[in-house]
């Protein structure tokens, strides 16, 4: 079964409008996880990267006011995208990383499809 | 920095096909290579992976061999099947599996029964 969740894994919204989307692991502690974007036909590029109970650290050209990532808990990262505009549309993924069954690993969720009208 | 070139797609192959998805890439260090495959509406997921130099990866038929001299780290597979189709990411990480990966542009594969 799956490892790590994505919620919710499609969403359209207005335009101006913020949207959260919630990682969870399901069965392991991530200490660490990762947000990627993926356009369309294309590869995965590396948002920015949470560890638990700290600031996230963001990729160069990637607008940390825009993209609000909070990891309160060693299962929990929330990827906000505030006041959303057409140009955000896009697939959302994140990847939770920590030990699970004695094995430091990573684990991606399925993706969150955002369409911005 | 880090960096993944792999093969453009899409490659079009018949069932029962020899299949070679080439992947090089650049690294300061020594780093951890995988292979990721993404099946049409699903999530990514890790196919095989090798964390050092001469280490096969193998897993549902696929090999990848990390080749240190050429810094490739090509995915082969003797006999394709129509499940098969999907997008299959080359990816790097420095140290171990939990890091933050570098992934290709992804290689986009068909198999026509």
Redesign the interface.
């Known amino acids: 079964g799956a490892v790590v969740s994505q919620h919710p894994s499609w969403v359209i919204c207005k335009s101006g409008t913020s949207v959260k989307i919630e990682c969870r692991s399901l069965d392991f502690q991530a200490t660490t996880m990762f947000w990627y974007r993926q356009f369309p036909k294309q590869s995965l590029m590396l948002m920015a990267t949470s560890n638990e109970g700290s600031k996230a650290t963001y990729e160069q050209g990637v607008e940390k006011d825009k993209f609000l990532i909070n990891h309160a808990s060693l299962t929990l990262s929330t990827l906000t995208v505030t006041s959303a505009h057409p140009e955000d549309s896009s697939f959302y993924i994140c990847s939770a990383s920590g030990v699970r069954g004695r094995q430091e690993t990573q684990y991606f969720g399925p993706g969150t499809r955002l369409l911005v009208l | 920095g880090n960096s993944v070139t792999q093969m453009e797609g899409p490659v079009t192959l018949s069932e029962e096909a020899f299949l070679t998805i080439n992947c090089t890439y650049t690294a300061t260090g020594y780093p951890s290579l995988f292979w990721?495959v993404q099946y049409p509406g699903?999530?990514?997921?890790?196919l095989l992976k090798a964390t050092k130099a001469d280490d096969k990866g193998s897993n549902k038929g696929f090999e990848a061999t990390y080749r240190k001299e050429t810094t490739s780290f090509h995915l082969e597979k003797g006999s394709v099947q129509v499940s098969d189709s999907a997008v299959y990411?080359c990816a790097l990480s420095e140290g171990?599996?939990?890091?933050?990966?570098?992934?290709?542009?992804?290689t986009?594969l068909m198999v026509k029964p």
Do not use: D
């Open positions: 990721y699903e999530g990514l997921q890790l990411f171990n599996a939990g890091n933050m990966l570098t992934f290709g542009g992804g986009r």
